[in-house]
């Protein structure tokens, strides 16, 4: 079946030390988005690719990086995890074909100590 | 930014109830769509509206596009213990390549 795929579903990493959550898609979507979500709260936009164009939110900070080397995968690099980026980390992908429905992977749940 | 406001907060309801939840914005939408989200997991796209005045239905979901295009509702019908999670609307503005998300419904049900 296509899906979107997040790897690994649980990550610890400490307290600045640089870590890298992957996303994959078989879908074959144009766009690809990345999102924090905290405890109970909405899932918040980070960035999102379309294709290989990178668009940043405003209130994203520099510590978030992204890469995406081809259609298939993305990356999302937290240069220097504080205590406060712990949150579950998800990927989703879109069609910019007017309906803009996204398909969201399982998620990773990042744990900073 | 544009926010939507989704109501209610929490649900607690027996099994077999009817269940309605709605979403509301002052801005106009060209897309509605509603995601369901159990615990440790991703969010699962449950119905996806594009019309102004749709109503769609999936199983025992049943979601409407408002008139207006400023809101949505969905009602999930006779209730069941898998019905369970968090329930997100989801907005997409005219021209935009992102979503707007309610705060979500977290629905809890009494077996």
């Known amino acids: 079946d296509a899906m979107v795929i997040q790897n690994p579903r649980y990550q610890v990493t400490q307290f600045g030390k640089p870590v890298t959550l992957s996303c994959s898609q078989t879908l074959n979507h144009n766009v690809m988005y990345w999102y924090q979500q905290k405890s109970s709260q909405a899932p918040k936009l980070l960035f999102h690719y379309y294709d290989k164009d990178f668009n940043n939110e405003a209130d994203t900070p520099d510590n978030f990086q992204s890469r995406r080397p081809n259609t298939s995968f993305c990356f999302l690099d937290i240069r220097s995890p504080g205590l406060g980026d712990a949150a579950m980390y998800l990927c989703?992908?879109?069609?910019?074909?007017?309906?803009?429905?996204?398909?969201f992977g399982p998620g990773t749940r990042l744990t900073v100590t | 930014g544009q926010q939507l406001n989704q109501s209610p907060q929490s649900m607690f309801i027996q099994e077999g109830e009817d269940v309605s939840m709605n979403c509301t914005s002052s801005s106009i939408f060209n897309t509605w769509l509603w995601y369901k989200q159990d615990p440790g997991e991703g969010p699962v796209l449950l119905i996806a509206l594009y019309k102004a005045g749709e109503l769609t239905s999936n199983g025992r979901l049943t979601a409407q596009f408002g008139i207006t295009r400023k809101d949505s509702f969905l009602n999930i019908s006779a209730s069941i213990p898998s019905d369970v999670g968090i329930y997100f609307c989801a907005g997409q503005l005219q021209g935009a390549q992102k979503l707007v998300f309610g705060q979500g419904t977290r629905l809890t049900i009494n077996p």
């Open positions: 989703a992908t879109s069609i910019p074909s007017g309906t803009y429905e996204q398909y």
